[in-house]
């Protein structure tokens, strides 16, 4: 059992993120030197992509960096999510958003637990959007609506070639009139659920935006059999409660990566 002592949130703060469906954790998330090996090893991977690949589009890119799994289990972040799932954590996914300076791609309103509705039950995962630069308003931070956790909205198909996702949650009835844009430092992080409505703008701006999602989800959850054949998740701490298979933190699975790039990965 973790030491109590080391996890990261208070009772507040989680009943916060309970409440409201998000929660910005002010403070650094690494040590500096921890962060900064971080932000190299993706300018790294952000320089070998083909030219004709977007930087918004790193998703999964630990089925193939074995490295990253440095930070995706490290205790710094299972510290964070273990007091909102619990001490039997699965690493579920994660994605390198980055948006570039100048032509940075819209993120459409929408719910995480859309793209995923065939591929887990229940539906419970936390993400944690670790800023890799700063994220502003202007250069395209995220949004949500607080408490919009239904997590069943309609959606509808939006212009590929202008967003990062290729559905979004329909203009009718969606209420953004109130929504909250999250900005964040360097080493930062927010925490969402994943059927929180959420989105941001293009970034237009002379500064690049980059966040790294880590998302995390109770080992209750069980990953469909259909999903095995496109996905894989990791056990990061504790032990398994539905029958999962989990993937090898020391294996490349090359094929998986190549079949989410010819896709719409999340």
Not at 11 to 31: H, K
């Amino acid at each position: 059992m973790t030491d109590q002592r080391n996890l990261r949130l208070t009772s507040d703060q989680v009943a916060e993120y309970r409440r409201e469906g998000f929660l910005v954790y002010d403070e650094p998330v690494f040590s500096q030197e921890k962060f900064d090996d971080l932000k190299d090893h993706f300018e790294e991977e952000l320089r070998a992509l083909a030219p004709e690949v977007r930087p918004e589009s790193m998703d999964v890119p630990h089925f193939t960096d074995l490295k990253l799994f440095e930070w995706l289990l490290s205790d710094e972040v299972l510290d964070l999510v273990e007091p909102i799932i619990g001490p039997d954590i699965a690493l579920f996914s994660s994605h390198f958003i980055c948006k570039p300076k100048g032509n940075g791609r819209r993120v459409p309103w929408h719910e995480d637990s859309f793209y995923w509705r065939d591929m887990i039950a229940p539906m419970e995962v936390v993400t944690v959007w670790l800023a890799v630069d700063a994220s502003t308003r202007e250069n395209g931070a995220m949004m949500v609506i607080p408490r919009s956790l239904a997590g069943d909205n309609a959606h509808e198909p939006v212009d590929a070639n202008q967003n990062v996702l290729p559905w979004e949650v329909k203009k009718i009835p969606r209420d953004d009139s109130g929504a909250v844009m999250i900005e964040l430092q360097p080493n930062h992080a927010s925490l969402h659920d994943g059927r929180l409505l959420h989105g941001s703008p293009a970034n237009t701006s002379d500064l690049r935006r980059c966040g790294y999602t880590m998302r995390y989800m109770p080992t209750t959850v069980k990953l469909s059999d259909a999903a095995l054949s496109r996905h894989r998740i990791y056990l990061a701490r504790g032990s398994d409660h539905a029958g999962n298979e989990y993937g090898d933190p020391t294996k490349s699975y090359e094929e998986l990566a190549r079949f989410r790039r010819r896709g719409n990965g999340h």
